[in-house]
């Protein structure tokens, strides 16, 4: 099990070379001056280069790409340009509003999502089933940022029941909760409809029938749990999107989460902002698919056994 | 020899299955009778419609598609047919079970072996038992089938083939079944074990008394195993008798020759039997009169006419009209 949880770690350090240099690469396209962004748009031009230099911005991009490289590996993600503060510093600030919108959203997304894949799958060709069908590709054909602002139009501003922007309460969470969860509610239906009809058709689901078990037991504890695998992967893998992916609903409720400080930073050509964001989005992404298949081996006993071999 | 008491009753049964594509007639009115503590193997190629009359009995055909269109399924003189669902699940899995084909497949991945085998305990608790009392009775069943109770903590994936199948024996056993239902329960399994499994069969039946129904398409198993046999085709019993009837009677349907014929040398065993030219023909589109016909070297047209004579002696009934000829003759 720890070598199984090393041995993903590890592979998190070409995961990080690789995205860095791409974030590094792209930024650099367009011309920079950090030291006009750190001293402001008052400072001498004699100051500014000085400061570039500094910076070490006078040298080429692989020997700045390498420099940064063995900061982060020391645990330094450098500091602002913009606002001067340490950059782990920033994101960190921001993280709770990205986490709780997340969470929430993927929350709702598994409740929502696989009760109705349950019950489309269970009552299949019924009117449940055509219903939830439907609702997945409506879900998942609009996109999110329209979504949110037929709910602002709707729950805030023609009925007042909740606020349209910030983060002081839950009550404020409430619409970017439903907006984030539309296409995961989508996919999770889908996804939890097809597994359990497939598990539903298996050897041992008739098996427990011919025992007598009720249809109810035989759903539960033995079709719903082997369809489950997918359903558990797809949860993480979306919460692990999400935590990067929130941009759009977080603007469109102005909340300020990592989302919103990325396209800030990007837009300011805050340099160490942006690829530190999106490293520590990229470790966190892999603590959860981690987490996720440390999951699977409660669901699947043959993978568990594995873990423990391995 | 004691008074028989007819345990299982199966009168005219018709089956379909009814797909978007097609009507299947899997099973096309059979009749066959078994006694208490007896066993009959049914017999036939794939496609016979063995596995369909077994779900039947048990009323497990695939909810939307399956249809039981005629006939009665009487055990110990009920119709299972007219029961309700809840009254047929106190049927299934503690006065009849049936093993499945595969036993791969059979047993549930996520849960433990003993799990699996106390939950047929469970559901058919009706005495109240104590959880202790339970698995005392697993241990018990675990013994019984010759694999030791220490295993029982295991997975399915931790077990070979025949110690699944031999696992799949004890969950159908659980609650002393008197009638039980073996749908090719040796055909995944290679050839020693195949020979444990059946010996383990034979035994529990010695011992427990119960009923079975054998489906195979392995003669060899039907001689060593069997009181009664079934012959299967298309849908329909073709021939039936006694074990005695079917080895060494004196008359037979064309296709029982063809499948005699077919049993393959002891060293090249095949997978299937492919008794005689030709396949059988596809059940949603069936022949006129006799649904052998198009196979038979005895065919005349008066076979294509209507459904063949019904030839009885004693036990013993073979459908053909060859033999309504030689009656005709003497
Ligand atoms: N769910 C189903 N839907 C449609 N047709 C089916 C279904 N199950 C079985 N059939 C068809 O019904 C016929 C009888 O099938 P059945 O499984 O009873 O045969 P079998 O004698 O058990 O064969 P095998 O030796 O291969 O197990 C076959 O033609 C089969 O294709
Ligand atoms: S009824 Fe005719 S076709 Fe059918 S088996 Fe007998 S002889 Fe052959
Ligand atoms: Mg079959």
Redesign the pocket.
């Known amino acids: 099990m720890g070598k199984f949880v090393l041995k993903r770690l590890l592979a998190l350090i070409p995961t990080i070379l690789i995205i860095v240099f791409v974030v590094y690469f792209i930024l650099d396209l367009t011309p920079s001056s950090p030291g006009q962004l750190i001293l402001g748009q008052m400072a001498t031009e004699e100051a500014v280069e000085a400061k570039n230099i500094e910076l070490g911005y006078d040298k080429p991009f692989l020997v700045r790409y390498v420099k940064y490289i063995i900061q982060l590996f020391q645990g330094d993600l450098g500091t602002s340009w913009v606002t001067g503060k340490g950059v782990l510093e920033s994101v960190f600030a921001r993280f709770p509003v990205t986490v709780t919108l997340s969470a929430g959203a993927t929350v709702l997304g598994i409740v929502i999502g696989v009760l109705l894949g349950i019950l489309a799958a269970v009552k299949q060709y019924s009117i449940f089933d055509a219903a939830g069908t439907t609702l997945a590709m409506i879900l998942a054909s609009f996109p999110a940022f329209w979504i949110g602002m037929m709910l602002v139009i709707l729950f805030a501003q023609e009925l007042g029941w909740l606020p349209s922007y910030g983060t002081g309460s839950i009550a404020h969470y409430i619409l970017p909760w439903f907006t984030t969860a539309c296409a995961f509610i989508a996919s999770q239906l889908r996804m939890t409809r097809t597994s359990l009809l497939e598990s539903i058709r298996m050897d041992y689901v008739r098996t427990a029938r011919a025992k007598g078990q009720k249809e109810s037991v035989v759903i539960y504890r033995h079709a719903l749990r082997n369809a489950l695998m997918p359903v558990v992967t797809m949860a993480g893998m979306n919460f692990g999107t999400l935590l990067g992916g929130t941009v759009t609903v977080e603007t469109v409720f102005t909340l300020n989460g990592v989302g919103t400080l990325i396209l800030t930073s990007i837009r300011s050509k805050d340099v160490p902002v942006v690829v530190g964001a999106i490293v520590i989005l990229a470790i966190c992404y892999t603590l959860v698919m981690l987490v996720v298949d440390i999951l699977y081996g409660f669901i699947d006993p043959q993978v568990k056994a594995r873990y423990i071999k391995n | 020899m004691e008074e028989k008491k007819t345990l299982l009753e199966i009168k005219d049964l018709e089956v379909i299955y009814q797909t978007d594509e097609a009507t299947v007639h899997a099973v096309n009115g059979i009749n066959f009778s078994l006694n208490e503590k007896e066993t009959i193997g049914l017999v036939g190629e794939t496609g016979a419609g063995k596995t369909t009359t077994a779900l039947t009995i048990l009323r497990l055909l695939p909810e939307r598609t399956g249809r039981i269109k005629g006939g009665q399924v009487l055990f110990r003189g009920e119709n299972l047919l007219d029961k309700s669902v809840p009254e047929m699940r106190r049927v299934r899995g503690a006065e009849i079970s049936i093993i499945f084909q595969d036993p791969m497949t059979a047993l549930n991945p996520a849960l433990t072996v003993g799990d699996q085998v106390l939950e047929s305990l469970e559901i058919h608790n009706t005495a109240g038992k104590s959880k202790q009392e339970l698995n005392a009775r697993v241990d018990e069943l675990f013994n019984l089938v010759g694999i030791p109770a220490e295993r029982k903590a295991e997975y399915p994936h931790q077990f070979s083939g025949g110690m699944k199948q031999r696992i799949v024996i004890a969950i159908a056993l659980a609650c002393a079944p008197q009638l039980l239902i073996a749908d090719e329960p040796t055909t995944a399994l290679d050839v020693t074990i195949q020979a444990q499994v059946l010996k383990l069969m034979e035994n529990l039946k010695e011992e427990l008394g119960t009923s079975m129904i054998i489906i195979t398409h392995d003669l060899g198993v039907v001689a060593e195993t069997c009181d009664k046999v079934a012959i299967m085709y298309a849908g329909e019993i073709?021939e039936a008798g006694t074990v005695e009837d079917i080895f060494n009677g004196k008359e037979h349907?064309?296709?029982t020759v063809g499948l005699f014929n077919a049993i393959p040398n002891l060293d090249e065993k095949e997978e299937r039997l492919r008794p005689i030219d030709g396949l059988m023909p596809d059940p949603a589109n069936l022949p006129q009169?006799?649904?052998?016909?198009p196979r038979?070297?005895?065919?005349?047209e008066?076979?294509?006419a209507q459904t063949?004579?019904i030839y009885e002696e004693k036990e013993h009934r073979i459908?053909?009209?060859?033999f309504k000829k030689e009656a005709a003759d003497e």
């Open positions: 073709v349907h064309p296709y009169g006799c649904k052998f016909g038979c070297p005895h065919f005349t008066a076979c294509k063949p004579y459908m053909c009209n060859l």
